[in-house]
C-alpha cells in the first residue's frame, strides 16, 4: 500500500477466515510449462486458496497448443486458446497453421493467443513475426474469436496491423501491458482491452499505474503470465496463478477502488472478454 493512501482504504476487506474471497479471473498464463512439473497439485490449490476461480492457458506453438487443451479437459477451473508466440514464429510451417486452424475451432477454444511481435529478443525474423501475425489475425477473424496479443518492442507496429486488421476484429485483448498513458490511447482508440500483470507492483512501473488511473474500468483484466513476472512480495521467483491476488491490490490501488471492486470488475472484464 502507498504511504500517501486515505485510511478509508486501508481498511481490511475482509477477514480470510469468514468469507470466501472474490472469485478472480487469471486470465494468461502458461501452466503447461516445466516450471510447474514438481508442484502442479499445490499450484492449483494455491489458486484456489486465493480465490481465483478460472485460470486460462494459452497456447504457444504446436504441443502447447495440445497441452493448454490436454489441461482444460482434466481440470474444471482450467480453460485454453490456440496461439503461436512469435519468438517461434520461423517453426510455424503450412501444416502448423492448418493444425492450428482445426483446434482453433473447438468449441471451448477462447481465443487465438498468445500471437503478436517481439522485437526485444527478437528469437524470430521481423518479417517472418509480421507474416505470421497477419496470418492469425486473419484466422482470429474469420473464426470470430477474441485475440490476445503479445507486443514487445513494437508498438508501432503492432499498432499499426492492429488498426489495418480492425473492421474485421471482434474483441483484442493487450497482454501484459505495462505502458504509458500514451500508449494505452493509442490502443483505446482501437477499442483493445489491457491485461495488466505483477509488473504493476513493481517500483519503477508508475508510468503504467498513472495510465490505469484513466483507462476506462470495463476494460482491464487481471493476468499472472506465470511462470514469468511475479509481482512483489514474490519478484524474481517463478510466478504462479495465486500471485495475482498481490497484483490485485496494486491494481485497485492504482485504480481508485477497493481491492473487492478490483476484484469484481476485472473478473466480469475477463468473463466478457472471453464469453465466460
Ligand atoms: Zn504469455
Redesign the pocket.
Known amino acids: 500500500m502507498a504511504p500517501d493512501l486515505p485510511e478509508s482504504l486501508k481498511m481490511p476487506e475482509t477477514s480470510p477466515t469468514t468469507e470466501k474471497p472474490e472469485p478472480l479471473i487469471d486470465s ?3 501452466l503447461f510449462l516445466p516450471e510447474f512439473k514438481a508442484d502442479w497439485p499445490q499450484v492449483l490449490e494455491r489458486a484456489r486458496q486465493a480465490g481465483v476461480t478460472t485460470i486460462i492457458n ?1 497456447g ?1 506453438d504446436a504441443r502447447t497448443n495440445q497441452e493448454a487443451f490436454q489441461l482444460a479437459d482434466d481440470y474444471p477451473e482450467l480453460r485454453a486458446t490456440v496461439g503461436w508466440h512469435p519468438h517461434e514464429a520461423e517453426k510455424c510451417q503450412k501444416t502448423d497453421l492448418l493444425d492450428l486452424a482445426q483446434l482453433a475451432q473447438r468449441p471451448d477454444n477462447l481465443a487465438i493467443g ?1 500471437i503478436g511481435l517481439d522485437f526485444y529478443r527478437s528469437l524470430a525474423p521481423k518479417d517472418r513475426q509480421i507474416q505470421l501475425f497477419h496470418q492469425l489475425l486473419d484466422l482470429a477473424a474469420q473464426l470470430t474469436l477474441p485475440v490476445v496479443i ?1 507486443t514487445r518492442e513494437a508498438f508501432a507496429e503492432t499498432v499499426a496491423i492492429l488498426k489495418a486488421h480492425r473492421p474485421t476484429l471482434g474483441r483484442i485483448l493487450i ?2 501491458f505495462t505502458g504509458s498513458w500514451d500508449e494505452a490511447q493509442a490502443y483505446l482508440d482501437l477499442d483493445c482491452h489491457f491485461s495488466i500483470p505483477g509488473v504493476v507492483t513493481f517500483p519503477q512501473a508508475a508510468p503504467l499505474r498513472h495510465a490505469l488511473g484513466q483507462i476506462p474500468h470495463d476494460k482491464i483484466l487481471l493476468e499472472s ?1 506465470a511462470p ?1 513476472l511475479a509481482p512483489i512480495p514474490r519478484r524474481g521467483r517463478r510466478n504462479e496463478p495465486a500471485y495475482v491476488a498481490y497484483t490485485l491490490l496494486a491494481l485497485a490501488e492504482s485504480l481508485g477502488t477497493r481491492p473487492r471492486q478490483a476484484a469484481q470488475l476485472t473478473t466480469q472484464n475477463a468473463r466478457r472478454f472471453f464469453g465466460l
Open positions: 494468461h498464463c502458461h494459452l504457444l498468445e503479445h497482454h501484459c503470465d514469468y
